[in-house]
């Protein structure tokens, strides 16, 4: 694989890496621009490669560019110590409107707590704003990518003494980029656009259930019809406690649950009405 030799914009920024490394810090870096296709990702590999071949003498790979959690917990045991992970568009599988899952905040504790391993990371994504608080608020630089092969380093500094992560981003530089090898590119190329086709099926099939779905609950009885079904053949609805019972009505009708609820409650209710009167 041939990598093209760093340029003297680059050279500062590997001097930079390489002084931290030497005190044993490791880089946790945003790469962000303002539109897509800007460059983000090439900026990252590019990187990358400069880091593992002129830093470290290793051989790039495009197994260190990873798109899921999965495959970037699997390669932190794999990877040589001070190896830069790429966790690619990490807005699709760490964003900010889903850091209350389980996924989430199991990757922000191993980014938080593994620094001892020596493992860099970068994020190439549209915005900050698109990725999970927790792991923004450790990042300690980004890079901002505002035209192909151009870009800008900015440290972050955040307040310790305030919970709201007041934050500082001295300017640190600018970065004249080459494009990574094309051997790099290619693979990495390669690798998105199936995990990307793959994804994209399996979305698609899930919106095609959705729509199903929804054609079949506006298809259903409407609730006046359904209260008459289910008044005419009340035992075959009867659950514990022998009342009407909304999981009968959503396992025989496949409505929504809240509708059944509603039938279920307003039946039991005049049987029981009834059976009072006639007391």
Request: charge should be neutral.
């Amino acid at each position: 694989m041939s990598v093209e030799s760093p340029t003297s914009s680059e050279n500062w920024f590997l001097e930079e890496w390489a002084e931290n490394e030497k005190h044993g810090f490791v880089n946790y870096i945003l790469i962000t621009g303002p539109r897509l296709r800007v460059g983000k990702t090439a900026t990252a590999l590019r990187i990358y490669e400069l880091v593992e071949t002129e830093l470290h003498g290793r051989t790039p790979t495009v197994e260190d560019c990873v798109l899921t959690p999965l495959e970037y917990f699997e390669r932190m045991p794999v990877v040589k110590e001070f190896t830069p992970l790429v966790g690619d568009e990490w807005n699709r599988v760490a964003g900010q409107r889903r850091w209350f899952t389980e996924a989430n905040q199991e990757f922000a504790e191993m980014l938080q707590t593994t620094a001892y391993m020596h493992i860099h990371a970068m994020f190439p994504l549209p915005h900050e704003s698109l990725v999970d608080n927790a792991i923004v608020g450790i990042c300690s630089a980004q890079i901002t990518v505002d035209r192909p092969g151009h870009a800008e380093v900015y440290q972050v500094k955040r307040n310790q003494l305030e919970r709201s992560w007041k934050v500082q981003t001295p300017h640190l530089g600018t970065l004249e980029l080459k494009m990574p090898s094309a051997r790099l590119w290619h693979d990495y190329e390669k690798k998105r656009d199936h995990y990307t086709r793959t994804r994209l099926k399996a979305l698609a099939d899930k919106q095609r259930e959705r729509e199903a779905r929804v054609i079949e609950i506006e298809s259903a009885p409407k609730k006046d019809e359904l209260i008459d079904m289910v008044r005419a053949n009340m035992d075959a609805y009867r659950g514990n406690a022998n009342r009407i019972s909304w999981l009968k009505i959503v396992a025989k009708h496949r409505i929504p649950v809240t509708r059944a609820q509603v039938i279920a409650t307003t039946l039991n209710t005049e049987e029981r009405e009834t059976v009072a009167k006639n007391e």
